[in-house]
Every structure is written in structure tokens, then in C-alpha cells.
T-cell receptor
Framework: GAGVSQSPRYKVAKRGQDVALRCDPI?????LFWYQQALGQGPEFLTYFQNEAQLDKSGLPSDRFFAERPEGSVSTLKIQRTQQEDSAVYLC??????????????FGEGSRLTVL | KNEVEQSPQNLTAQEGEFITINCSYS?????LHWLQQHPGGGIVSLFM???GKKKHGRLIATINIQEKHSSLHITASHPRDSAVYICAERSGNTPLVFGKGTRLSVIA
């Protein structure tokens, strides 16, 4: 596709439910990032993939959060046993460049998660 | 950990006004980014700069490395400029660190 696509755009979950958020990066982009953006805050880094390898997951807030990119393209962020504090917009960004510190990022529209 | 502070948090301007948004950071950086986030959530990159000044249309970004400060200016503001403007710093081998953003509303 022309840009980074994320789905679902909106998700409402009951506390304790598991959710899965999908990111389709720009074709050919080797790097993929996940960010969490709470209301009124800037994006916070969660995890970074270079192709299928998850090179940094230091930003994942707990072991309830899990991300994968098995074929080096589409990525899924899974949150188990959701809590109210998980309510946020989850942003995916891809880059044609490698490196954790690349500034050439292309963002998706985000998935807004609301946990009741 | 580097911290990125933006001011003001919220800004309302009349159409046509000159707007300035400020960004300060706490440690040395390799580059500073300015990004725009519209209500739908998508973020687009406006500028990346490591020194001096860049201009694109009605947008101007400046950075003072010694003072660890950057500004984003919008000339002849228009309602379509209404968005959240975010600065982000890049340093070392770490992911971008984002500020909380400045919410700009331009009223016709």
C-alpha cells in the first residue's frame, strides 16, 4: 500500500480481554516500530523490529505485551489481560533505514484502544 | 534519559497570526525533529535539523545547539494548521524521544 496501515482503528475491550493490533508497513521497509501514546502525551517507544528480528523490546511496559513480525512485513502487537491503564493510541511506524535511532519514520494512523 | 519539554501546551491563535512553538531538551543530540499530528492520529514529519534553520512554505524551524532549544514558527497561520505539533530528539543509538506536543487551534 501507499502508507502504513493499522487495524483496527478503534478497539473497545473489557478489562481482562486479550487484544491484537495489526500493522502493515510500507512495502520494503525493513524497520518497524511500535509506540504507545496516552492521552495528552507524546508517543513512547515500545519495541523495534529489523526485518523479522525484534532487536529492542525495552519499552514494553509488562509481560502482558507481546509483539511479533514473523515474516519481516506485517506486525502484530498483542496485549493480554488488558487493564484500564493500557488505554491509549498504539502507533506503528516503518522506515526504509535500519537502526534504532533512525529519524526517517512513516507513521500509521494508530489504533485507539479503550479498556473499560 | 533525555527529556524533551515543549511550550506552550495549548495555543489558540487568530487566522493570520505568527505562531511560535518552543522545544527544549536536556542532553546533546544528533538531530531534532518536528512532526505534525492531526486529530485522526496520523503523524507526518515536518523537519529534521541538527543546526541552523530550515524553511518549508510557511513553516520555519530553528535550532540553537548551545542553548539546547528549537523553535517552530508558522507565518500567516490558517485554520488548516490546527493540529498537535510534536518535537522529538535523536541522540546516540536510542529511539526518538518525543515531547508531549503543543495543541494549536487557529480560528478563522
Amino acid at each position: 500500500g501507499a502508507g502504513v496501515s493499522q487495524s483496527p482503528r478503534y478497539k473497545v475491550a473489557k478489562r481482562g480481554q486479550d487484544v491484537a493490533l495489526r500493522c502493515d508497513p510500507i512495502s520494503g521497509h525493513v524497520s518497524l516500530f511500535w509506540y504507545q501514546q496516552a492521552l495528552g502525551q507524546g508517543p513512547e517507544f515500545l519495541t523495534y523490529f529489523q526485518n523479522e528480528a525484534q532487536l529492542d523490546k525495552s519499552g514494553l511496559p509488562s509481560d502482558r505485551f507481546f509483539a511479533e513480525r514473523p515474516e519481516g512485513s506485517v506486525s502484530t502487537l498483542k496485549i493480554q489481560r488488558t487493564q484500564q491503564e493500557d488505554s491509549a493510541v498504539y502507533l506503528c511506524a516503518s522506515s526504509p533505514r535500519t537502526g534504532l535511532n533512525t529519524g526517517e519514520l512513516f507513521f500509521g494512523e494508530g489504533s485507539r484502544l479503550t479498556v473499560l | 534519559k533525555n527529556e524533551v519539554e515543549q511550550s506552550p501546551q495549548n495555543l489558540t491563535a487568530q487566522e493570520g497570526e505568527f505562531i511560535t512553538i518552543n522545544c527544549s531538551y536536556s542532553v546533546g543530540i544528533s538531530a531534532l525533529h518536528w512532526l505534525q499530528q492531526h486529530p485522526g492520529g496520523g503523524i507526518v514529519s515536518l523537519f529534521m535539523l541538527s543546526s541552523g534553520k530550515k524553511k518549508h512554505g510557511r513553516l520555519i524551524a530553528t535550532i540553537n545547539i548551545q542553548e539546547k532549544h528549537s523553535s517552530l514558527h508558522i507565518t500567516a497561520s490558517h485554520p488548516r494548521d490546527s493540529a498537535v505539533y510534536i518535537c522529538a530528539e535523536r541522540s546516540g543509538n536510542t529511539p526518538l524521544v518525543f515531547g508531549k506536543g503543543t495543541r494549536l487551534s487557529v480560528i478563522a
